[in-house]
């Protein structure tokens, strides 16, 4: 008999353990892993390797770095995150990194500031830093050498405190020594403080530039979110969590000359690829459920419209420019961008030809069908990278458990969510091809390099190289190498060299009208752009801008159309009669004519009309008309309704009604957003014999208002 103890005994264990795992919580998410660990996580491009450089307990949050011109690693801890920071105890900081033996991995860090709410970004300036933490922009400095901030001054203070994912961000120096920043169109009205009384500058619907040399800050065109490029062309290219490429081809200081655009739209999506992403992870439970009702909700609307879980972009984070000269060269240029949320890096490659006037981003000729980096481990957050002095690209990782603010999840899906699973976890990564070799990179210590030292590095082939030699030049301002920078300027072989000449020229307030006559004959098209940008600062260069709008290279004659339209009337209209005429199917050409005050003016009609325009039908052309209406119902200026009504009598318009509606629906947009209650003769007139002559009821209500 008791030989039947122990196969009873081992019965009820395992029906003991069967039925405690059955009525055990299933795990929803998935536990850390180490540096180790997550580094056999990643799926890396062939050809290239890994290393982390940097991790916890070292750094925590890590969202943003920034390395000075002496080699010293500045990385912002974004601790605040995820949650609204505390105005008074904030609890973001900023550490210096110090790799004391030399060998490519930091070995300590040092306070540099700490407790203050919702510090983005940072970037070198004047010996300290420039650091966005909303509502402010802050210059900080250590004074003494122990690399602790104990001077900080505000700058700008009034940028939108809200959500932490779409604040003033990604301070990055422009080939035009202008500093760049997204701001992801939020509202603010931002004063400067160093000048007492100054006129605040309103922020809603548009990013932030500033010249910190000159006390000038203002608007700039798109609405980033976290992650900002500048090509060597200086062109922009911003990240939004689910547009991952974006730019602005018309700055906000040609787009806004005047108030009467219908639309002042600056965002155009450049990806040729669209959402998709090739993810190894699975969605996270919260994200599967939430996209699961929101698409039970569509379907019951019958709405076309797809909410996707996972393998498309919702978490695009930290676009970066790759210039360095460590990988193989056809990454030179690459536009590497962070989905946060499918845990990976995606690789853009820009081209734009002659006959383009924007880029076009597609994937890399090897990331078909994969990303350059993607990994399985579900913590992995790729925030941004740093293209590096050595060649390399730094990839910074906020490693945590949950990367979405808790405002965007339904509080039932809360449950079992630890959102500050992570919060002391951190790491920096650097990417290098395989068989690169350290021993070749020499610390910069260019705080102590002669002023003609820097002027060499302007034709470095590492961008780290040529921005932070410029950005020193035009601190110092030492005009003594005025000579030296237009050699290298008419010398150089490659175009971002002549250009680092041309705007270190500008920044030293050296820049004469002869060298813009050289730029504007350059070979290289992207060198023209520039100096028809320039030429805008020289009248007696008017001229030649003018010509230009015969220019072989497209993107060139779009330059020449923004520049064109500053310049008077009489010199600006036919200069945009002779583009419009010759691009009128492009629709970019029509905004840009558009955007100057001659190019709305009804001055503008009798000019196209002479040139032919209006003998042939078009998109755009309508556009054109209706825009040019719209302004003339806003404005309600002098002259400018009887113009239109002359146009449609005009012989081969009276013929095609198209134009008459095209009127029409100018004429009334712009009435209604003017909220104008009464309106001048000469346009009640125009108002009234375009009614009877149509019966156009919208017209009718138009009269009967007034």
């Known amino acids: 008999m008791p030989t039947l103890r122990y196969p009873f005994f081992i019965v009820i264990c395992i029906l003991f353990v069967f039925f405690s795992c059955k009525d055990a919580p299933e795990k929803k998410y998935p536990d850390v892993k180490t540096v180790e660990e997550e580094i056999r996580s990643f799926q890396l491009a062939e050809g290239f390797t890994v290393r982390n450089v940097a991790a916890e ?52 860090s040092i306070l540099f500031v700490g407790k203050v709410p919702d510090i983005t970004s940072v970037i070198p300036c004047k010996k300290g830093l420039l650091v966005t933490a909303a509502p402010h922009i802050f210059y900080m400095k250590d004074t003494t050498g122990d690399f602790v901030a104990d001077k900080i001054d505000t700058l700008f203070s009034g940028f939108f405190t809200g959500n932490s994912e779409a604040q003033i961000t990604n301070l990055t120096y422009g080939l035009d020594n202008w500093i760049y920043a997204n701001n992801h169109g939020q509202a603010g009205q931002v004063t400067y403080l160093p000048q007492a009384g100054s006129a605040p500058l309103s922020m809603g619907g548009h990013d932030f530039r500033f010249r910190p040399d000159k006390g ?49 739209r600056a965002d155009k ?56 000269d460590a990988f193989p060269k056809e990454y030179y240029g690459s536009i590497f961008t962070g989905d946060v949320a499918g845990n990976l890096v995606h690789r853009d490659v820009l081209t734009r030809n002659e006959d383009d006037i924007v880029y076009t981003a597609s ?36 490693y945590r458990q949950h990367i979405e603010t808790p405002v965007s999840i339904p509080e039932d899906l809360k449950a079992g969510m630890d959102f500050y699973a992570g919060n002391d976890k951190g790491r920096i990564y650097l990417i290098t091809p395989a068989d690169y070799d350290r021993k070749n990179y020499k610390k910069p210590n260019l705080s102590k390099a002669a002023t003609t030292e820097l002027v060499a590095l302007l034709a470095h082939p590492n961008v780290w190289w040529r921005t932070t030699a410029q950005r ?99 010199k600006a209209i036919p200069a945009l009669v002779h583009a419009l005429d010759k691009y009128s199917a492009d629709s970019l050409f029509t905004v840009a004519v558009l955007t100057s005050e001659p190019g709305i003016s009804a001055a503008m009609l009798p000019a196209l009309e002479k040139a032919g325009y209006f003998k042939t039908d078009g998109k755009f052309k309508q556009e054109y008309v209706a825009a040019v ?27 095609n009604s198209a134009w008459e509606k095209s009127v029409i629906s100018g004429l009334m947009r712009g009435v209604k957003a003017s909220k104008r209650t009464k309106h001048s003769a000469e346009l009640t007139a125009v108002i009234k014999k375009l009614a009877e002559k149509t019966k156009d009821e919208g017209l009718q209500k138009l009269l009967s208002a007034s």
């Open 57 to 108: 307990p070292q750094i925590v949050m890590p969202v943003s770095m920034a390395i000075d011109e002496d080699g010293i690693t500045y990385v912002v801890q974004m601790s605040d995150y995820p949650f609204i920071a505390d105005a008074v105890n904030g609890k973001c900081s900023i550490k210096v990194l110090l790799d004391q033996n030399d060998d490519g991995v930091y070995d300590s």
């Open 216 to 264: 000038l800050y203002e608007a700039e065109s798109g609405t980033g979110q976290y992650g900002l490029a500048l090509n060597d062309f200086n062109h922009r290219f911003y990240t939004q969590n689910t547009l991952h490429i974006q730019t602005s081809p018309i700055a906000w200081r040609y787009l806004h000359r005047h108030d009467a655009l219908a639309s002042y």
């Open 269 to 324: 999506n450049i990806s040729d690829h669209d959402l998709e992403m090739f993810q190894l992870t699975p969605p996270p439970y919260w994200r599967k459920v939430r996209s699961e009702r929101r698409q039970h909700t569509y379907d019951s609307l019958k709405l076309n419209q797809t909410e996707w879980p996972d393998k498309h972009f919702t978490g695009a984070s930290g676009a970066t420019f790759y210039g360095g």
């Open 363 to 398: 994937r890399g000729g090897k990331e078909k069908d994969k990303e350059f980096l993607a990994s399985t481990d579900s913590w992995f957050r790729p925030a941004t990278f740093y293209s590096g002095p050595d060649g390399n690209l730094f990839l910074i990782d906020m």
């Open 472 to 570: 020193l030049m035009v601190e110092r301002q030492d005009k003594s190498v005025a000579a030296a920078l237009r050699e290298l300027f008419q010398t150089a072989a490659e175009p971002y060299a002549k250009l680092r000449a041309l705007y270190t020229l500008d920044g030293l307030d050296a820049l004469t009208a002869e060298d813009i006559t050289i730029a504007l004959n350059d070979k290289a098209p992207g060198v023209r752009e520039h100096g028809i940008m320039l030429a805008e600062k020289f009248p007696a260069l008017a001229g030649e801008i003018v010509k230009a709008i015969d220019e072989p290279a497209k993107f060139v004659v779009f330059q020449a159309v923004l520049s064109a339209g500053n310049l008077s009337k009489d």
């Open 629 to 655: 209406a719209y302004a003339s119902g806003f404005r309600d200026d002098a002259g400018s309704a009887p113009a239109l009504m002359k146009l449609l009598s005009s012989p081969g318009v009276t013929e």
